[in-house]
């Protein structure tokens, strides 16, 4: 996907945040929406939407992700045992997402995430997921992290 196509997708994303009532915008060197939940008075969680591809059908298809703990570089090797299945049962129990590891800009992060084929999504869905996923990603960190947040 070119640069131009995915500036495209985000535009359309930033029209349906927009929608939804949510003010966030777009980060270029990203390549990604970006928005900032508040959670309550104390802690607030990212959100990020990237473009991640097209359908079979070539549909756009969106990544809305929260980042909840930063991990040293390489598979696992920041995260106990104990964490790894933790996040395990975590995905199993999850009604909407996913945990996963992203990497950007020469560390890892684990992220809660979800996937969307963006002609299909409607502002008070898409509301929701942004909602959810720092909802999700900050439980985590609160568990987890000694970071406030990302």
């Known amino acids: 996907m070119s640069i131009r196509e995915q500036l ?3 535009e359309k994303v930033e029209a349906v945040a927009a929608l939804a009532g949510l003010d966030g915008e777009i980060d270029e060197e990203r390549m990604a929406f970006v928005w900032y939940c508040q959670i309550d ?3 607030s ?5 990237r473009p991640a591809g097209q359908t079979v059908s070539e549909e756009d298809v969106i990544t809305i992700f929260s980042p909840c703990l930063s991990v040293k570089k390489g598979m696992l090797s920041g995260i106990s045992k104990d964490q790894a299945l933790d996040l395990l049962k975590q995905n199993e129990e999850a009604l909407f997402g996913r945990f996963g590891i992203w990497s950007f800009e020469g560390s890892d ?3 809660v995430s979800v996937d969307h084929i963006l002609s299909s999504l409607d502002p008070s869905e ?3 997921h942004m ?3 720092a909802m999700m990603a900050d439980k985590y960190e609160e568990k987890h992290s000694k970071e406030d947040d990302f």
């Open 109 to 111: 992060m684990i992220v």
């Open 126 to 128: 898409f509301e929701m």
């Open 41 to 43: 008075e104390s802690r």
């Open 131 to 133: 909602i959810y996923v």
């Open 8 to 10: 495209d997708v985000l």
């Open 45 to 49: 969680q990212v959100v990020y939407v």
